[in-house]
């Protein structure tokens, strides 16, 4: 036996020489180990998938699925510019209208989850973001010095708020303009006595106001009679002002109301997640629902598909947001560079790190999107198409189906 084929081993204090065979079997060894404790993880994963698609095909389901067509324009409404995006179903049908409001930095084309989900099951749904409102916030001043929490006050104020009802009402008028004009194409197709609002965040407060919600200094216009719905993703509820009971209990219209147990979010204003359940609480009885999900951070239920990367700002020593202010350069720069990952979240929950670390991963996001899409479709069929087959999903198989994913309340 050569040098080159044996291999000393110290074991117990005596010498064992092992040749060429008897090493191999033990290279052979370590490599199945390694392999094994690598493989692991991805059967875990696989298993993980599994379970999610067997979860999404006991769901509720539509009628059909159907095949869409998206579109993305700007108009003008009383003199300010709005961005739009329309996904709508193939065919020659006529499609129940869903406009939806998107959060605070995002554009017309947030929300893709929702919004295919819903266009999928037969509806037309229009995104419509205020160009003030979107991606170019983040560009601000306030923004720049980092001082989010005073931008997020500045919009989610009365007077903001009254500026996107008006928008939101002459939105309305637009589509029904464009409808009764178009002489072929989605917007001839749609069916102006089927209407439902949907918002997330920013736009779950302007829902509300369409809904029937009472806020000091914003005027309400008479909506008309065709909403027939609405649903308010990651609610928006402040203790100042009237009250909760006052602002809510004038709430006649069907709400669904979205949120989960680390609802907060990335600017400070809503620092308890049990804030959001407010609207719920306090809202008269009658068709009103409550989607309470388990293990959500705030950037899912702005209808990301995927998790939002970890953002690599620079944080104050108590680990929130860099102090507004500018002070010098380095504080700028830190504003700027929170200002970017705040808006590449869009918006994602800069605090969702501390939910359960299941939040964040591939197949229990995958899992809250579909309870999401589930319960919302089920909600829109029952109230907006009048389906009684999805009003009894909603009461009686809903709550089954979520399991320990979420709860679903009803009053």
């Given at each position: 036996m050569t040098t080159a084929t044996r291999r000393w081993i110290s074991s117990g204090g005596t010498a064992t020489i092992l040749g060429s065979p008897a090493r191999t079997l033990v290279w052979a060894g370590l490599?199945?180990?390694?392999?094994?404790?690598?493989?692991i993880p991805d059967i875990r994963a696989k298993a993980a998938e599994a379970a999610v698609e067997r979860h999404v095909e006991r769901g509720y389901l539509a009628d059909r699925k159907y095949a869409t067509v998206s579109t993305r324009d700007s108009w003008t409404i009383d003199g300010d510019t709005v961005d739009v995006s329309l996904i709508a179903p193939g065919g020659t049908q006529s499609l129940p209208l869903v406009v939806y409001l998107p959060g605070l930095g995002e554009s017309s084309e947030s929300g893709s989850a929702w919004r295919e989900s819903w266009a999928e099951a037969g509806y037309a749904v229009l995104a419509v973001q205020p160009a003030s409102v979107g991606?170019?916030?983040?560009?601000?001043?306030?923004?720049?010095?980092?001082?989010?929490?005073k931008l997020a006050e500045r919009e989610f104020s009365a007077a903001s708020l009254a500026k996107r009802v008006a928008l939101v009402s002459g939105t309305l008028a637009e589509i029904e303009r464009r409808s009764r004009a178009a002489a072929q194409g989605p917007y001839r197709?749609?069916?102006l006595s089927r209407i439902a609002v949907a918002g997330f965040d920013l736009g779950a407060q302007t829902a509300m106001i369409v809904a029937g919600e009472a806020i000091d200094g914003v005027a309400s216009p008479k909506w008309p009679a065709a909403v027939k719905a609405v649903i308010a993703l990651s609610p928006y509820a402040d203790f100042s002002g009237m009250g909760l009971e006052r602002d809510f209990r004038s709430v006649r219209a069907p709400v669904l109301c979205v949120t989960s147990f680390e609802d907060t979010d990335p600017y400070g204003l809503i620092t308890t997640a049990a804030l959001r359940r407010a609207p719920f609480q306090y809202m008269p009885a009658g068709q009103k629902y409550l989607l309470l999900l388990s293990a959500t951070p705030h950037a899912l239920l702005s209808g990301r598909t995927m998790p939002p990367r970890q953002p690599k700002a620079d944080r104050s020593?108590?680990?929130?947001?860099?102090a507004g202010g500018r002070t010098d350069d380095r504080?700028?720069?830190a504003g700027r560079r929170r200002s970017r990952d705040i808006g590449n979240q869009a918006p994602g929950d800069a605090s969702s790190s501390s939910a359960d670390s299941s939040a964040e991963s591939?197949?229990?996001?995958?899992?809250?999107?579909?309870?999401?899409?589930?319960?919302?479709?089920?909600?829109?069929?029952?109230?907006?198409?009048?389906d009684d087959v999805a009003r009894q999903?909603?009461?009686?198989?809903?709550?089954?189906?979520?399991?320990?994913?979420?709860?679903?309340?009803?009053?």
């Open positions: 490599a199945a180990m390694t392999l094994a404790s690598c493989a991606p170019a916030i983040w560009s601000s001043e306030l923004a720049r010095d980092g001082d989010f929490r197709r749609i069916d020593a108590d680990g929130g947001m860099p504080a700028e720069g591939s197949p229990h996001w995958k899992l809250q999107l579909a309870n999401v899409e589930g319960v919302t479709k089920g909600y829109l069929d029952a109230t907006v198409k009048n999903w909603l009461r009686h198989d809903a709550p089954r189906w979520l399991g320990k994913s979420g709860e679903l309340q009803f009053k």
